[in-house]
T-cell receptor
Framework: GQNIDQPTEMTATEGAIVQINCTYQ??????LFWYQQHAGEAPTFLSY????GLEEKGRFSSFLSRSKGYSYLLLKELQMKDSASYLC??????????FGDGTTLTVKP | KAGVTQTPRYLIKTRGQQVTLSCSPI?????VSWYQQTPGQGLQFLFE???????NKGNFPGRFSGRQFSNSRSEMNVSTLELGDSALYLC?????????????????FGPGTRLTVL
């Protein structure tokens, strides 16, 4: 089976940097995704990692270490609109995606 | 390009009834996945269809079923509804394994169908 763990809640201050961790155990790893989901809305794609290392996309960066089964999402220059749930999802060779329970980030002024 | 559409957006049913939800993927996408999202359980994978065939299935009872049509549109059906089936049902489409990069399978989510079982 597959197991994905991420913190349930995090709080940070506007303008700061926050790192959301995700650890996973899976067979047939074929990529890790991060999604953002605002309350009452559908998840939207943020980033994708399949090789080890850091992928940067504007204020958001995502890191992957396949040997450690570990990823993190880094959000810089936090804005109030970044308050949302952040979902870590692992894709397998069979094309199946398993999602973590999500991390609810609250950005305070 | 139009996004993923789901109908209906909201649905209220009573226990024992059955329901059919519809999903139209992004044009050109051939893979459709269904998820159930509840506050306590997060996003739970139901099943995935590609080219009218079910490729993957989650751990849900047989009351949950689905199908995909030749135009890639998909439906999911839940029979004998239970109170615990109240949830947001999300559909996501992707290009599928025939995408240029076989390992890049980004999913685009529809707005979801909010099902309430009374």
């Amino acid at each position: 089976g597959q197991n994905i763990d991420q913190p349930t809640e995090m709080t940070a201050t506007e303008g700061a940097i926050v790192q959301i961790n995700c650890t996973y155990q899976t067979s047939g790893f074929n990529g890790l995704f991060w999604y953002q989901q605002h309350a009452g809305e559908a998840p939207t794609f943020l980033s994708y990692n399949v090789l080890d290392g850091l992928e940067e996309k504007g204020r958001f960066s995502s890191f992957l270490s396949r040997s450690k089964g570990y990823s993190y999402l880094l959000l810089k220059e936090l804005q109030m609109k970044d308050s949302a749930s952040y979902l870590c999802a692992v894709n397998t060779n069979a094309g199946k995606s398993t999602f973590g329970d999500g991390t609810t980030l609250t950005v305070k002024p | 390009k139009a996004g993923v559409t789901q109908t209906p957006r909201y649905l209220i049913k009573t226990r024992g009834q059955q329901v059919t939800l519809s999903c139209s993927p992004i044009s050109g996408h051939r893979s459709v996945s269904w998820y159930q999202q509840t506050p306590g359980q997060g996003l739970q994978f139901l099943f995935e269809y590609f080219s009218e065939t079910q490729r993957n299935k989650g751990n849900f009872p047989g009351r949950f079923s689905g199908r995909q049509f030749s135009n890639s549109r998909s439906e999911m059906n839940v029979s004998t509804l239970e109170l615990g089936d109240s949830a947001l049902y999300l559909c996501a489409s992707s290009q599928g394994p025939t995408a240029p990069s076989s390992s890049y399978n980004e999913q685009f989510f529809g707005p979801g169908t909010r099902l309430t079982v009374l």
